[in-house]
């Protein structure tokens, strides 16, 4: 057996010499002769595609149609509230707008704002407000003017003051007397004869009686309204449609479709108009809100401490009249002659305005006879002499 794995081992290598000597001879042949050398394609190895993530768009909600089952449109700003809302009557709240008034409670749920002037320089204001059921404070509050009471009524409202000068409220056969104008539910802190307060009041602090100290909230006004029988829900009479009349949310109004008629209004001092408080406002275009300062400073709210902001302002031009030496004013809010302004968007135009009874809306009207959208929001309204005056941006605006 070792004889035979040697001779194999010794053949092995005899061949591999013989091999060895072939390559030899093969390459002698082609010695100056060159190859290109050809090289093995690798193969890149194919990944398998990568599935891109999608993000996922959000669908847009329609304007048109309510984001939650029992919402409608609000009656006075077109936003979408629930049922009741439209059915409770809000309050028409009076406020001071002295200096040391400031700030005040209620002023986030204020759907309609008014500044109208008072005596001499000074203004007062009226807020309508509405789901005001569980608001912990409301004020403070102030003594109204009958010419307050004609522009509430048309929200149909309970109307919330401290007091008023007796003289003017009796006057054409008793204005606040509930023997001759049972339409009218007002809770006063003063009580009296123009009505009992039903309890609805309370200082703070506590045991206080100079001015700006009188409060309310949603708890003592319910228990008041049951105390003196007042009507929760809207009255029959109530023409329950939307207070102004709205673009559509789709389409707002911009006031383009006015062409030169329009004037920009980016910037409203009414300092002309009202010259102890300054009021005016700032045009946001992030948000399309105005931004209302009071004084020079921020007007808000004295709990969540948000500036009071509105989508749509009016400027409304009214006759007025001195009522004696004291310098009380009265104004006439019934009446088909006179203008005004109508302020949204960074934009303004010329207006006109009616209203021929209580409980009838004010209605505006571009110079065309066409009554003016409103744009989707709160509205402040300026019921200003029709010798005042305002500027926006800058420029001069002479009431008519």
């Not at 001879?25 to 060159?34: D, I, L, R």
């Not at 986030?108 to 912990?136: A, C, K, P, T």
């Not at 005016?280 to 275009?285: D, E, G, H, R, V």
């Not at 409304?316 to 002659?337: C, I, P, V």
């Amino acid at each position: 057996m070792k004889k035979l794995r040697i001779l194999g081992l010794g053949l092995l290598m005899t061949a591999v010499l013989a091999g060895c000597g072939a390559e030899k001879e093969e390459e002698s042949k082609h010695v100056g002769v060159q190859f290109e050398k050809v090289e093995t394609p690798v193969e890149t190895p194919v990944e398998a595609p990568v599935e891109e993530e999608v993000p996922e768009v959000e669908e847009e909600e329609d304007p048109d149609l309510p984001p939650a089952e029992g919402m409608v449109r609000d009656f006075f700003t077109n936003e979408w509230v629930n049922e009741d809302q439209n059915v409770k009557r809000p309050l028409a709240v009076m406020y001071p707008i002295n200096k040391q008034a400031q700030p005040q409670y209620g002023l986030d749920h204020v759907s309609v704002f008014y500044e109208i002037m008072e005596e001499g320089d000074m203004s007062r204001q009226m807020g309508i407000v509405e789901d005001w059921e569980n608001l912990d404070r409301i004020g403070n509050i102030r003594s109204i003017r009958d010419y307050f009471i004609y522009a509430a009524l048309e929200y149909d409202p309970i109307i919330i003051h401290y007091g008023g000068p007796e003289l003017y409220l009796y006057e054409n056969g008793g204005l606040l007397n509930r023997s001759t104008r049972d339409d009218i539910d007002n809770i006063n802190g003063v009580g009296g004869k123009m009505g009992s307060d039903g309890g609805a009041f309370f200082r703070v602090p506590a045991g206080s009686t100079s001015e700006h100290t009188a409060f309310t909230d949603g708890e003592h006004i319910q228990s008041a309204m049951d105390k003196l029988k007042y009507q929760a829900n809207h009255k029959s009479t109530y023409i329950g449609e939307k207070h102004f009349q709205f673009a559509p949310v789709k389409e707002p109004n911009t006031l383009e479709q006015y062409g030169a008629e329009v004037m920009d209004a980016k910037e409203i001092n009414m300092a002309g108009s009202y010259p102890a408080t300054k009021s005016a406002l700032t045009y946001n275009a992030d948000d399309g809100l105005y931004y209302k300062t009071l004084y020079g400073n921020k007007q808000v709210d004295a709990e969540s401490g948000n500036q009071l902001s509105f989508k749509n302002i009016v400027v409304q031009s009214t006759y007025y009249e001195k009522r004696d030496a004291k310098g009380y004013l009265a104004f006439k809010m019934h009446d088909t002659t006179r203008g005004g302004y109508f302020i949204t968007e960074g934009k303004m135009i010329h207006i006109n305005w009616k209203k021929t009874n209580d409980y009838e809306p004010t209605r505006y009207y571009d110079d065309n006879g066409e009554e003016v959208l409103f744009n989707t929001g709160r509205t402040m309204i300026f019921v200003a002499k029709e010798d005042g005056s305002f500027t926006a941006d800058g420029k001069e605006m002479k009431l008519k």
